[in-house]
């Protein structure tokens, strides 16, 4: 175990018998994940009843933010998000405890840890998950309906972001860069005339709804994680980030997440009383296309300046042409087909 790994371990040893019932020990302190924002750790808590061992998992916010951190709700709401969408029916893990200052280790909260598939290489390939493929694009439609019917009063203050104000945002983060993108300026032409009208009554979003932020087991959906990107905006912003497909994993043929059809989201959509507008949908995939291919330049630049010397971050970087060949396929699909 590192220094980090011993420092966060005796933290939550402190906080064992808040976390669980009659906690005793913390043990399998494990970094599952971190970037420049935020980390994501996975530790056991012995208990003296049942269950012996309750698996956790600890979200905090790590020593820097990166510029791709902007725009995020921050863990504190974040918690607060995920409650309310546990009262609304939404599959999550619950919430165990908020941190506080004394608790030594930033912000951040701990939640129970659900056993599952996170990764979309293995969601759309994996034979055991064959079964949960069938039902799983409807699941996510049925999940995105009752995230938007939640009620915005009851919840943490949350920026607002239309199409327009998205489509700035995304402007503004394009010409940071100094890229020349003759596509990605094209895309941003095509969005400006076509940019549907703001909702006259924005809805909870939870601002990343994909395959990579899902758990999935053989019965499908089993929880919805990384809420950072929440906000109040259309509702069609979730199904067409969905589509995307950059999240199909090579399984182009099945636009939601690599594993359904559309028609199988809008299904779940409507079931659980949500109305589809396949215009809206469109044009919200067409700009999540955009802000993926963005994000990549970003790391692109971010690597050639010297700021991030991560492998990773300059290979993520190249795929900013695939971003423009998905852009090409949405906006001119017969010049390429």
């Not at 109305?275 to 999540?288: M, S």
């Amino acid at each position: 175990m590192d220094d980090e790994a011993e420092l966060i371990a005796a933290a939550l040893q402190r906080l064992a018998d808040r976390l669980v019932p009659d906690g005793l020990a913390v043990g399998r302190v494990q970094r599952l994940s971190g970037g420049a924002s935020q980390q994501t750790w996975a530790f056991d808590v012995a208990t003296a009843g049942a269950p012996r061992v309750q698996p956790l998992v600890l979200r905090r916010a790590a020593d820097a933010a990166g510029t791709r951190a902007q725009g995020t709700a921050g863990l504190q709401t974040e918690a607060q998000l995920i409650e309310a969408a546990h009262a609304g029916g939404v599959p999550v893990p619950r919430v165990r405890h908020v941190l506080q200052p004394a608790d030594g280790l930033g912000e951040g909260f701990v939640m129970e840890r659900i056993e599952g598939e996170t990764l979309g290489r293995r969601i759309v390939r994996d034979a055991r998950l064959a079964g949960a493929r069938e039902l799983l694009a409807h699941q996510c439609g049925a999940a995105m309906a009752r995230i938007h019917r939640l009620p915005v009063r009851g919840l943490p203050a949350l920026r607002t972001a239309g199409a327009r104000a998205e489509l700035d945002f995304q402007i503004g983060l394009h010409r940071s860069h100094g890229t020349a993108r003759p596509v990605f300026e094209w895309a941003l032409r095509w969005l400006h005339v076509h940019a549907p009208a703001d909702v006259a009554a924005p809805v909870l979003v939870h601002g990343d709804f994909r395959n990579g932020n899902l758990m999935v087991g053989e019965e499908g959906l089993r929880a919805v994680l990384d809420w950072e990107l929440a906000h109040l905006g259309d509702p069609m912003e979730d199904l067409g980030w969905m589509c995307v497909r950059s999240w199909r994993f090579g399984q182009g043929a099945l636009p939601v997440g690599g594993f359904g059809t559309r028609a199988q989201l809008f299904a779940g959509y409507a079931a659980e009383g949500g109305q589809v507008d396949a215009q809206r949908v469109h044009w919200w995939e067409v700009l999540g296309t955009l802000k993926w291919g963005i994000v990549c330049e970003a790391m692109a630049a971010a690597w050639l300046s010297g700021r991030e010397r991560d492998v990773e971050k300059a290979a993520i970087g190249r795929r900013a042409s695939e971003a423009e060949s998905d852009l090409l396929a949405l906006l001119a699909p017969e010049e390429i087909s």
